[in-house]
Structure formats: structure tokens, C-alpha cells
């Protein structure tokens, strides 16, 4: 109980996981479905540099967590670009209205 | 001792802002649980001994994406307070898609016995690595996915000008 081990983090990035599965599913706002991808994006990190504090060891788990920032940081800039791109188009952000090439 | 409450708050936090980012139908309600989020994860980064990562953390996440998805927000909605009702069974599928992938993984990770590290068995504090260390690392041991991290950086931001740019008349 008040020993905290690799386990404790992997259930939290779990819950959080989860959430970001459900935030991504459930926002009709482009801009929600990107909350939910950092979400994901942050329980994966926890899982990285849980795993190297308590299994791998050295510098490999934080190093591939700011790898993963980087990515998250510049699919955020893209994916508001998209979204501003979305809503000239459209006047909306809301992702049920792109239905154009429904067949 | 110390370190379990730590953790124990900053998991609550953790848990607690990411099922109020789902429960959330205002977007601006929602950015703002974002915050909790980011926060207690830099805490539990901290706690992980991974300092220099738990600075980034906040530098990055809260200081810039967090920052830019406000402005987001505020570009592409003519009333902030707007929300967008998704339909019930949307959510009821969702929220049990969500409940069988976090009840597969719980369990999963509850259940194995996973092997420590000898010095890093819990309890025990870890080695903190100097900020000179992960310089060096990165410089040597990392250096293709630095040096393509960079070009993916300018890649990024010459995409995002191009698709953001006024449109012509």
C-alpha cells in the first residue's frame, strides 16, 4: 500500500488512457477530440518513464517521453491548423458537419 | 512514506481532471481540467526521478500546447459557451468501449508480478540523472531521432503556415 511500484503508475495511465479513448469518442468540438489525444499521448508517457525508473533503468525511458512531447507539441500545431482551415470552410468546428464526401 | 502521499494526491488529481475533461460539455471547461492533468503528471514525473522531463513537461505542455489550444478555442467559436450534444448511444458505446479497454489494462498491469530492477525497487530512492547526462545522451546515443525530430519540427512548421495562411481573393 505505501510501497509504490511500477504498478500504481500503470493503473493511473490507464484510467487515463481510457479517458482519452472516451473524450476522443464522445467531443462533436475538433478542438475536445485534441484534448483527448493528449490525454492518450500523456498516459503513454507515464508508462515510458515508469518502465525505465523500475525495469529498464538509465536515461531510456525520460528520453523517449521527450521524444513523445516533441511529437505532441507539433501534432497540436498541425491539427489547429486543420481545424482553423475547418472552420473557414465551414463556420463550424463542430466534426459532424464535415460529411462532404459521404457517399 | 512521503512518497506514497505524494503519489496518492497527485494520482487523485490525475484521475479526477481526466474523468471531468470526459464529463465536460463546455470545451473551455474542459482546457481548463487539462491543466490538472498536465500538473500531476509533471508531479509524477518528479516522483519517477525524471526532474529535468517533469520541467518539459510543464515548459511544454502547459506553457505552449495548452496556450495554444485556448487560442484555438477562441478562433473557432463565436460563443465560447457553445456546446454540441453528441447522441446517447454514442456515448452509452463509447463509455463501455472506454470501461472494457481501462478494465483489460488494469487488470493486466495489476495482476503480473513485474520484475524490478535492483536498485530501483520500490521504496528505494532512485539515482536522479544530471541534466548533463541526457545532454550528452542525446548528443550521442540519440542522435538520429534528435536530428529527425528536428527536420519533423521544420517540416511542422512550414505545414501549419502554409494551412493556416489567409485564403487568397
Known sequence: ?103 | MIEAVIFYISAAVMIVSSLMIALSRNIVHAATWLLGTLGSAALLYFLLAANLLAVVQIIVYAGGILILIVFGVMLTARNPYMRFQPKRGEVLMATLVALVIFASIAGLSLSHAWAVLPDGAAGQPARIAPVRDIGVALLTDYLVPFEVSSVLLLAVMVGAAYLARPEKR
Request: aromatic residues 12%; charged residues 15%; negative net charge.
Open chain 1, 1 to 103: 500500500m505505501f510501497e509504490i511500484g511500477v504498478e500504481h503508475y500503470l493503473f493511473v495511465s490507464a484510467f487515463v488512457f481510457a479517458m482519452g479513448i472516451l473524450v476522443m469518442a464522445t467531443k462533436r468540438n475538433a478542438i475536445g477530440i485534441l484534448l483527448g489525444a493528449e490525454l492518450v499521448l500523456n498516459a503513454a508517457n507515464i508508462n515510458f518513464v515508469a518502465f525505465g525508473r523500475y525495469r529498464v533503468g538509465g536515461l531510456d525511458g525520460a528520453i523517449a517521453a521527450m521524444f513523445v512531447i516533441v511529437l505532441a507539441a507539433a501534432e497540436a500545431a498541425i491539427a489547429l491548423a486543420i481545424f482553423l482551415n475547418f472552420y473557414n470552410n465551414y463556420a463550424t468546428i463542430d466534426v459532424d458537419q464535415a460529411d462532404t464526401t459521404r457517399g
